[in-house]
C-alpha cells in the first residue's frame, strides 16, 4: 500500500487509535493482500478469529469510497467494472472488487465466475479481487460479504467496488451498504419496462444503459428518463448514461459522474447521514440473521414445536398464529399449542 494511504487511515472523526493485537490484523492494515485473503477467509468460514479481526480494525474503516453495482444478471457489470478498474489503476487508486455469485438453494454452492472477466487485472498488487457466494441471501449481500467489505476498506484501498448477483425488483440489499449505487441495465433483453419497476429503481445514485451500441437503446433511454421523471426533483439528479463496456466507450463519464456524486453528497452533508443509516440497518439485518439462526437450532429438537408445525401442515393451525405461538414460547411464555 502507498505511504500516503497509510496516513490516511487516521480519521479524526474515528476517534483515538489503538494498535492490533493480532500480527493478522497489523499486517492487514499496512496493506498486506495475503492477511487481507486470510482474513476475509476465515471471516468466510464463520471463525472467532475472524470477527475478532474485523472488531481490531473497523476503527479504520470509513476511509473507501464504497460503490455498489447491481442489476438484471447478463447486463455486463464485470466487464463494465474491469474497464472502470483500469481508469483507476492509471491514476494510480488502490481498488478492491467483492464480486457476489448466487448460490445454489440446494447445494449451497456457487460458481464464482465473475472474476474470469476481471482476468487483465489479477496480476496487479493494486487490484485486490475477492469472489464470494450470496449463500442464499435474498438481497444479494451475506453477513461474511458486508464484513469482506470492511476488512477491504481497512486495508487501505481508495476504492471498494461491490457487485451483486443479478437482481430482478426488489433485491434491494446493496443500497444500505454503498455510498453510491449504480443500476446497470440493457436494452432489447425483452420487456424493458420490466427492469424498470418500483423497488429497483428507486435505489440507483446513476443508471447505467450498457450494450449501447443495441438499436433499442433511444428507447429504453427515453422509458427510464420517464420514470425518473416522476420521482423528486429536489437533490440529486440521477444521470442515464450510455456504456459499451467491452469497447471501454462511456467509461469516463461513468468515472465522472461517479465522481460528481461523491462530490455532491460530501458537500450536502448526505454522506454522513447515508453511512449512519446504513450501519444502523447493517446491525439490524446482522441481529435478525443471528436471531433466525439461533431459533432454528432451538426449535430442531422440540418436539412440541414439531408438533406445532405439523398441526399447519394438516391445516388445523394457520402459520402466523403458529409462529406467534413459537415466539412466546421463545420468551419463556407457556404457550397453549
Excluded at 143 to 162: F, K
Excluded at 201 to 230: G, Q, S, Y
Excluded at 325 to 334: C, D, E, H, M
Amino acid at each position: 500500500m502507498p505511504e500516503h494511504r497509510r496516513q490516511q487511515r487516521s480519521s479524526p472523526e474515528a476517534g483515538p487509535r489503538q494498535q492490533p493485537r493480532s500480527s493478522l490484523a497489523r499486517r492487514l492494515l499496512d496493506g498486506d493482500r495475503r492477511a487481507l485473503a486470510r482474513a476475509i477467509t476465515l471471516v468466510e468460514n464463520d471463525d472467532a478469529a475472524g470477527w475478532e479481526i474485523v472488531r481490531e480494525v473497523y476503527p479504520r474503516t470509513g476511509q473507501a469510497a464504497v460503490v455498489g453495482f447491481t442489476g438484471p444478471p447478463g447486463v455486463g457489470k464485470s466487464t463494465l467494472l474491469a474497464a472502470l478498474i483500469k481508469l483507476e489503476r492509471d491514476d494510480d487508486r488502490a481498488v478492491a472488487v467483492l464480486s457476489v455469485d448466487p448460490s445454489s438453494p440446494f447445494t449451497r454452492g456457487a460458481l464464482l465466475g465473475d472474476r474470469i472477466r476481471l482476468g487483465d487485472h489479477f496480476l496487479d498488487p493494486g487490484v485486490f479481487i475477492r469472489s464470494m457466494a450470496s449463500r442464499g441471501a435474498l438481497g444479494g449481500l451475506s453477513e461474511a460479504t458486508l464484513q469482506a467489505a470492511l476488512l477491504m476498506d481497512a486495508s487501505g484501498r481508495d476504492l471498494v467496488l461491490l457487485e451483486t448477483v443479478g437482481v430482478g425488483q426488489g433485491e434491494v440489499d446493496i443500497v444500505d451498504h454503498a455510498d453510491t449505487v449504480v443500476l446497470v441495465v440493457m436494452p432489447g433483453s425483452g420487456d424493458s419496462v420490466q427492469a424498470l419497476k418500483a423497488g429497483v429503481m428507486e435505489i440507483p445514485d446513476l443508471i447505467v444503459v450498457n450494450k449501447a451500441d443495441h438499436p433499442l437503446t433511444d428507447t429504453m433511454v427515453r422509458e427510464i428518463k420517464a420514470v425518473l421523471a416522476l420521482g423528486p426533483r429536489e437533490g440529486w439528479r440521477v444521470p442515464v448514461l450510455r456504456t459499451e463496456a467491452t469497447r471501454g466507450e462511456g467509461v469516463p463519464e461513468l468515472r465522472e459522474q461517479l465522481a460528481a456524486h461523491r462530490a455532491f453528497i460530501e458537500s450536502e452533508g448526505t454522506l454522513s447521514a447515508r453511512r449512519r443509516r446504513n450501519l444502523r440497518n447493517e446491525v439490524l439485518a446482522i441481529a435478525a440473521n443471528r436471531m433466525r439462526r439461533e431459533l432454528e437450532d432451538a426449535i430442531a429438537g422440540d418436539a412440541a414445536v414439531q408438533e406445532l408445525l405439523e398441526r399447519v401442515v394438516r391445516r388445523e393451525l394457520d402459520p402466523a398464529s403458529a409462529a406467534t405461538l413459537v415466539l412466546r414460547a421463545r420468551r419463556g411464555i407457556t404457550p397453549r399449542f
